[in-house]
């Protein structure tokens, strides 16, 4: 659905509004679960985080295959998703647990949750600034 929003309205929009709104929510939502844990607080969080995940990545699978040459899009695609799916995924578990215990606040872990939104941010802005000069230097 978002993949097709993002045709209409443009990949860098739909991607910079996701990450700022996760990066805005993310802390909050998490520290509203724990405030008072119980299994609606739970879902709501998950669907909103859910919701913010899927509609970044709609747009998100569509710009990397764009970016990517023709010759080495299936390999730069999966070496790029992959890597980045190995690492914040990964390693998620463990950071959380690291967070949780070095500050002793529960919430700790959507900290890690808008770590990884600023890095999506700025990587969103390093592609389309990358892609604006590549497109500049070839009408040239």
């Not at 910079?16 to 909050?28: E, S």
């Not at 990964?90 to 967070?99: E, K, M, N, V």
């Not at 949780?100 to 606040?105: K, L």
């Amino acid at each position: 659905l978002m993949g097709a929003v993002s045709d209409r309205i443009g990949r860098k929009p739909l991607l910079v509004f996701f990450t700022i709104a996760t990066l805005v929510t993310a802390y909050p939502a998490v520290s509203w679960l724990v405030a008072a844990p119980s299994f609606e607080r739970l879902l709501m969080v998950e669907l909103w985080l859910s919701f913010l995940y899927g509609s970044y990545n709609g747009a998100m699978v569509v710009t990397l295959t764009e970016v990517m040459p023709p010759a080495v899009r299936t390999a730069g695609f999966s070496l790029a998703y992959s890597l980045a799916t190995a690492l914040f995924g990964g390693f998620t578990p463990a950071i959380s647990t690291y967070l949780i215990h070095a500050t002793g606040n529960k919430a700790a872990p959507g900290l890690w949750l808008m770590f990884a939104a600023a890095c999506g941010l700025v990587a969103t802005i390093i592609i389309f600034r990358t892609r604006r000069e590549q497109s500049a230097l070839s009408a040239a």
